[in-house]
């Protein structure tokens, strides 16, 4: 979705750093979601935030933390402790609470050698 | 555990052939259903949705999927496949209590074949 941007489109870290995926919307949604996305595995939910200034862990969160201090941004960090960080990772977005579509950024694809 | 499943997550087939796709939920209460396509080097973005009414909805691309409750399923098709059609196409669904969240199936790839 135009309105979702995910920055930058490739990412290379060494094993040991941390690293921050950019988020950003601008359609005024008030849900924000990320997700991992690996092979055969489907999309898994790490982190996922309703309003500002609060979210909630997802399925995968170990190793990684978000903040949202703006409506229109929720960083990712994948820490050193995410054993396996290598993967796509994709962004979303929900008009508000007990909205149910949500909609997609192009996705970050990170990897850690 | 509460999952969605996606079977035969590699099909082939050739141009105008039908596709069909299973998906099956283990959630017991009211749900919202979703499937995703994924074209090469795209956004993930949506195929269609139920959320009431009308057990069979049409989505883009001629694709439509039926909701059985009974069977806890909905199934994907399409009647004539195109190479354009060539993705990887994602269940999800979200059950009705509350937190909003998203579950997705493993995905299926498909390669048409032209």
């Known amino acids: 979705d135009g309105g979702i941007t995910q920055s930058p489109k490739y990412l290379f870290r060494k094993e040991g750093q941390n690293v921050t995926l950019s988020c950003e919307q601008n359609l005024n949604h008030d849900a924000m979601y990320w997700y991992r996305q690996d092979p055969g595995q489907g999309l898994r939910l790490i982190y996922y935030s309703q309003i500002v200034n609060d979210f909630q862990k997802g399925d995968i969160a170990e190793g990684y933390s978000v903040s949202r201090e703006k409506k229109e941004s929720f960083p990712l960090t994948v820490t050193s402790a995410q054993k396996n960080p290598t993967a796509f990772y994709l962004c979303?977005?929900?008009?508000?609470?007990?909205?149910?579509?949500?909609?997609f950024g192009p996705g970050t694809r990170l990897t850690v050698t | 555990a509460q999952s969605v499943s996606q079977h035969n997550h590699h099909v082939i087939l050739s141009e105008a052939a039908s596709l069909e796709l299973g998906c099956n939920y283990s959630?017991?209460?009211?749900?919202?259903l979703f499937w995703y396509v994924q074209y090469p080097g795209q956004h993930l973005q949506l195929l269609l949705k139920?959320?009431?009414?009308?057990?069979l909805v049409k989505g883009i691309k001629g694709f439509e999927a039926e909701f059985i409750k009974s069977k806890f399923s909905f199934n994907l098709r399409k009647p004539s496949v195109q190479w354009s059609d060539t993705a990887e196409y994602f269940c999800a669904v979200n059950p009705i209590y509350g937190n909003n969240r998203l579950a997705f199936g493993k995905g299926n790839q498909v390669v048409v074949i032209p």
């Open positions: 139920y959320f009431s009414g009308d057990p």
């Open positions: 979303a977005t929900a008009r508000e609470q007990g909205a149910y579509e949500q909609y």
């Open positions: 959630y017991g209460g009211t749900v919202n």
